[in-house]
């Protein structure tokens, strides 16, 4: 299964990419994980455009890098919260329906109505509101835990 994160949001420091990275590589080949970074919409400078505009514009990258197969998940601080074990359950769900998944992270100013509108699901990580960058990270371990999980690893010890 792919899990594809499309994250709005590039040029991180490098210690998130080291993070992301941690987790990713320790899935198998069953359950593959694929950062997609999106760019932000410009803030500043000429190029900038008004706050209004500025997630329409980045749901629209976003959606555009969306696989139209995929079940398509926006990480929403309004979204449901899950427990680990109801996490797993969730991932063996996505995984037996046979499709890629695709779980959206926004940016400074979280995701568009018409993202939010496009996803079947939504989930949050938590209802504090988190440093974007972290997310990939934090996401990305859930994954790695859920999966270790549902194979019986000893990994999660709750």
Known sequence: MLIQILAV????????????????????RDV?????????????GSNSMPPSRLNDWEGEKLL???DPKATFVALD??????????FADRLSHWQLT??????????????????LKRASEKFSLSR????HPLVRIMLAEQIYRAW?????HPYHRA
């Open 128 to 131: 504090l509101t988190l440093p």
């Open 64 to 66: 555009a890098k969306l």
């Open 148 to 152: 270790s999980y549902n194979q019986g």
């Open 32 to 44: 593959r994980l694929e950062l997609v970074e999106l760019p932000l919409a410009p803030r500043q």
């Open 98 to 115: 046979g499709k890629p998944l695709a779980l959206a992270i926004g940016g400074p100013d979280g995701l568009s109505h018409a993202v």
């Open 9 to 28: 949001g590039s040029k991180m420091p490098g210690w998130v990419e080291t993070g992301f990275n941690e987790y990713s590589r320790r899935l198998t």
């Open 77 to 86: 601080v309004k979204g449901t919260q899950f427990t680990t074990e109801a």
